[in-house]
């Protein structure tokens, strides 16, 4: 599988942006795909998720403000991202999960290169 993320760039406070991952591949044998993040000295965060079965995840920290979804006829999964923050600075990466149904979500086994947002006061 792999998976391809744009969409990130420099936008000021109560902006938005869209990030696109397109994937390709084995995408037939993924059970989940995610929005991961990673700003510099903190640990990796997973912001979103999408299940094949239809459950979405999201972090307290985005809930009302980020929505994920995905569009199954061009293989492409969407962080569409409203109300930014400074603290929602970060490299964006996309991830696709093979693990069983009931952990697809928050189990993942392929990476994007990530996309960096950068959000500005």
């Known amino acids: 599988v792999q998976l391809v993320e744009s969409g990130g760039g420099l936008v000021q406070a109560g902006g938005s942006l869209r990030l696109s991952c397109a994937a390709s591949?084995?995408?037939?044998?993924?059970?989940?795909m995610g929005w991961y993040r990673q700003a510099p000295g903190k640990e990796r965060e997973l912001v979103a998720a999408?299940?094949?079965?239809?459950?979405?995840y999201y972090a307290d920290s985005v809930k009302g403000r980020f929505t994920i979804s995905r569009d199954n006829a061009k293989n492409t999964l969407y962080l569409q991202m409203n109300s930014l923050k400074p603290e929602d600075t970060a490299m964006y990466y996309c991830?696709?999960?093979?693990?069983?149904?009931?952990?697809?979500?928050?189990?993942?086994?392929?990476w994007g290169q990530g996309t960096q947002v950068t959000v500005f006061s």
């Open positions: 991830a696709a999960s093979m693990a069983p149904p009931k952990v697809a979500m928050f189990e993942y086994d392929y």
């Open positions: 591949g084995s995408i037939f044998s993924i059970n989940a």
């Open positions: 999408s299940s094949s079965g239809g459950s979405t």
